[in-house]
């Protein structure tokens, strides 16, 4: 199928099915409905060398949003729901709480983290509640583009790329979870 150029034909049941989902319940996750063609453009987009941002912003006005958008109202819906707690893990590790829950909490911690793969946790309310000026959040979010084509043996162009995003972000949480993404590497 070549009606959606940068979408691979495998990938088409799945690119129909997403859509659906999203215009199907685009009232309950506020979400404007979006045309098809819209939607495979938004997914196959790559950007093209963006000039730092002048002084009108126009430098971010021709990357869709609607991922993004789409993400953060998927975030959200999943944040209200008060059964989440049980299944999803949405805390920030902080000194505060490791004093709180006291010995057994870091034994238990140490004991999955020896036997389970590394998890970032994060505070995902405060990190969507925090203000950033869109421009420097579509520079760090740029500047990570390049980490989704690479393979995790590839750690140099990783490394840097994460390390340019935590230089550029001015929200603490991202900041925060950048660095504990790095701690792996």
């Given amino acids: ?16 099915l997403v859509w659906d989902f999203l215009c199907t319940f685009c009232r309950a996750l506020s979400l404007e409905p979006i045309e098809l063609d819209d939607f495979a453009a938004a997914l196959s987009f790559r950007p093209v060398n963006v000039p730092q941002a002048s002084s009108h912003g126009d430098s971010a006005s021709n990357i869709p949003v609607y991922l993004s958008e789409s993400h953060i109202a998927l975030l959200r819906l999943l944040l209200q729901d008060p059964t989440s ?13 490791i004093e709180e829950e006291g010995e057994e909490y870091l034994n238990a911690i140490d004991k999955k983290r020896k036997t389970a793969a590394a998890v970032v946790k994060i505070d995902m309310e405060a990190l969507l509640a925090a203000e950033e000026d ?11 583009e390049d980490v989704r084509t690479r393979k995790p043996d590839n750690t140099g162009p990783i490394k840097s790329a994460v390390r340019n995003a935590i230089a550029v972000t001015t929200n603490q949480y991202v900041k925060s979870y950048l660095k504990k993404a790095m701690r792996k590497w």
């Fill in 85 to 97: 707690e049980n299944w999803w893990w949405s805390i920030l590790e902080t000194p505060e709480m």
């Fill in 134 to 144: 869109m421009d420097i959040t579509t520079r760090w979010l740029l500047a990570l």
């Fill in 1 to 16: 199928i070549e009606a959606f150029p940068g979408i691979p034909s495998h990938c088409i049941p799945d690119l129909f």
